[in-house]
């Protein structure tokens, strides 16, 4: 398409950046929607059941149209291009025999070391207090982050920027009122979510450490400065736990590594569970 | 449990009340647990307009909402079973009138 700042992209190296971004950005909202829809079901009441699983269908359908543009340029790819892109064999077998690849073969065919989402979504749900402060700490993040891919000179990801920065308000405010009212609420809830907030706490610096990938989408003007992002996050965490009358956790050492393929071992169950039907049985559709 | 342990472990009630859109009233859409009104509204958003059922959204907690009495209905309705002439359908109408 004339016009189309895609086409502008100018060699196999940023092809891949922009594939790896589109794919990382996908994964997160693909398994923090997963940790979310666990809670389906098992909701403390049934009011945050519901408000659980439409933030996690939310989550979802970000997700599907990041893989859905994933896959386009994926499509858009010579064969030699994409070979070896990808460890898994399934994929890799369907890439080899030149066939078009769609959202599902990407959420459901690659394995664990091919997901670049951050260590803070694969977390576990633990409780109420750990589901919320894993919650807030990414809301806060990807507010800050969908406003600034509205300037994405890459029109898909501004239109999905766009589409998603209002979702995401909402589910910040949905997760900054549960801090406040669990931070001051009684001694038992304070201590819970002092506590969640303070776990989770180390894997809140991979969101601004900007891999290669970033920096190459940021210098573009594709993607977002995620490193100058990091002032304004923590001014806007720091404002709610001021209001939960909660302590900004002040540990220094921070784990990443998943934005590279590094997980720890709760993002292997999750899609052993997200994975396990199209492994099974390739193709099934219902 | 009884009534009184179960009103403090357990969030009030809420009366929800939704515009479809703009111009039309509110109209009860049902009932939701909340702990505050803020939270009620939110409980409301998520429960009753996922399908894209309203632009606003009125919450009252339940306790405020008095209700006529279900066996004075008699006293209270049946009397005007026959007030027909209340309904305005005895007047000749000119055929230039519309939309009466």
Redesign the interface.
């Known amino acids: 398409m004339e016009g189309n700042p895609n086409n502008e992209i100018p060699n196999t190296k940023m092809k891949n950046a922009l594939l790896n971004y589109t794919l990382s950005l996908a994964d997160n909202a693909s398994v923090m929607s997963h940790r979310l829809g666990e809670w389906c079901g098992h909701g403390p009441?049934?009011?945050?059941d519901?408000?659980l699983t439409?933030i996690s269908l939310d989550d979802i359908g970000q997700a599907r149209s990041l893989y859905q543009y994933a896959a386009e340029q994926l499509n858009n790819m010579p064969t030699t291009e994409k070979t070896n892109l990808f460890s898994d064999m399934m994929l890799n077998a369907k890439i080899a025999a030149g066939e078009n690849l769609d959202e599902d073969d990407l959420a459901y065919l690659r394995d664990a070391w091919d997901y670049r989402s951050l260590l803070l979504v694969e977390q576990p749900n633990k409780d109420w207090a750990y589901t919320i402060a894993r919650s807030f700490y990414y809301d806060a993040f990807m507010q800050l982050f969908y406003k600034g891919l509205q300037n994405s000179k890459d029109d898909r990801l501004k239109g999905i920027a766009e589409k998603s920065l209002k979702e995401v308000t909402?589910h910040l405010?949905?997760s900054s009122?549960w801090i406040i009212?669990l931070g001051d609420g009684t001694d038992e809830s304070h201590q819970k979510i002092q506590t969640a907030i303070n776990d989770l706490w180390m894997y809140t610096g991979e969101m601004f450490k900007m891999t290669d990938t970033d920096k190459a989408m940021a210098v573009a003007g594709i993607g977002v400065d995620l490193a100058g992002l990091h002032k304004d996050w923590l001014n806007n965490i720091k404002n709610i736990f001021t209001q939960a009358t909660l302590q900004l956790p002040t540990d220094i050492w921070m784990q990443d590594g998943g934005k590279e393929g590094h997980h720890s071992e709760h993002l292997g169950y999750i899609l052993a569970d997200m994975q396990f039907l199209q492994r099974t049985y390739p193709g099934l559709d219902w | 449990m009884t009534d009184e342990k179960k009103s403090t472990s357990e969030w009030p009630l809420w009366e929800v009340f939704i515009r479809s859109k703009a111009g039309l009233d509110h109209k009860h859409a049902g009932s939701l647990h909340a702990a505050d009104a803020a939270m009620a509204i939110e409980n409301a958003r998520d429960t009753y307009t996922r399908r894209m059922e309203g632009v606003s959204i009125w919450v009252v907690e339940s306790k405020y909402i008095h209700a006529s009495n279900p066996d004075e209905s008699g006293a209270l309705f049946e009397p005007a079973n026959d007030k027909i002439y209340r309904h305005p359908t005895f007047y000749d109408l000119p055929d230039e009138v519309k939309h009466m």
């Open positions: 009441v049934l009011e945050q519901i408000a439409n909402y405010r949905w009122e009212r």
